[in-house]
Antibody, heavy 114, light 108 residues
Framework: QVQLQESGPGLVEPSQTLSLTCIVS??????????WSWIRQHPGKGLEWIGY???????YYNPSLKSRVTISVDTSKNHFSLKLSSVTAADTAVYYC??????WGRGTLVTVSS | EIVLTQSPGTLSLSPGERATLSCRAS???????LAWYQQRPGQAPRLLIY???GRATGVPDRFSGSGSGTDFTLTISRLEPEDFAVYYC?????????FGQGTKLEIK
């Protein structure tokens, strides 16, 4: 059973870079054909897709966030990561990682505040 | 970017009733890559339906998905108390992948 777990700081200061890691267990991130995604949900709001990476390293980002987002993969550690630069209060959200559409992490709340 | 519009925004029904949730896309969804999720308060979304009508493992058969092109439907045949939650559709055939804004299913 594949499991995903988000990890990273729960509080980030404005203008800094938000960094999260998604640790994958129960399966190899190098298994071909899967999209490893980040999704976020602002408090009380709907879901927003941030972007994905394939094990090969190819990425696609939501155009609305593209200038600030980097998603990377570390196959040796079986995890993938999200970096979101120049954050503001509008980036306060629960951040989820996912494999395809089936497997999701539980999510982690990141608050942007000084 | 494909915009998904869900209706209604809120649906008020009683246990035992039938629920019909709609998801309309601004353009045709590629290869029928349309999914439905259920989200309960404080929980991550749970996949119910993939590929328009494929039921995820462990999902009760009272949940069914249908549709094609730009119009899709999630039907819950007989509502159970645990079904009252928020439901989202997502297209994953064209990047950027997009979600609908959600339908809240509440107890009448």
């Amino acid at each position: 059973q594949v499991q995903l777990q988000e990890s990273g700081p729960g509080l980030v200061e404005p203008s800094q870079t938000l960094s999260l890691t998604c640790i994958v267990s129960g399966g190899s991130i190098s298994s071909g054909g899967y999209y490893w995604s980040w999704i976020r949900q602002h408090p009380g709001k709907g879901l927003e897709w941030i972007g994905y990476i394939q094990y090969s390293g190819s990425t696609y980002y939501n155009p609305s966030l593209k200038s600030r987002v980097t998603i990377s993969v570390d196959t040796s550690k079986n995890h993938f990561s999200l970096k979101l630069s120049s954050v503001t209060a509008a980036d306060t959200a629960v951040y989820y990682c996912a494999r395809g559409v089936l497997y999701w992490g539980r999510g982690t709340l990141v608050t942007v505040s000084s | 970017e494909i915009v998904l519009t869900q209706s209604p925004g809120t649906l008020s029904l009683s246990p035992g009733e039938r629920a019909t949730l709609s998801c309309r896309a601004s353009q045709s969804v590629s290869s029928s890559y349309l999914a439905w999720y259920q989200q309960r308060p404080g929980q991550a979304p749970r996949l119910l339906i993939y590929g328009v009508s494929g039921r995820a493992t462990g999902v009760p058969d009272r949940f069914s998905g249908s549709g094609s092109g730009t119009d899709f439907t999630l039907t819950i045949s007989r509502l159970e108390p645990e079904d009252f939650a928020v439901y989202y559709c997502q297209q994953y055939g064209s990047s950027p992948y997009t979600f609908g804004q959600g339908t809240k299913l509440e107890i009448k």
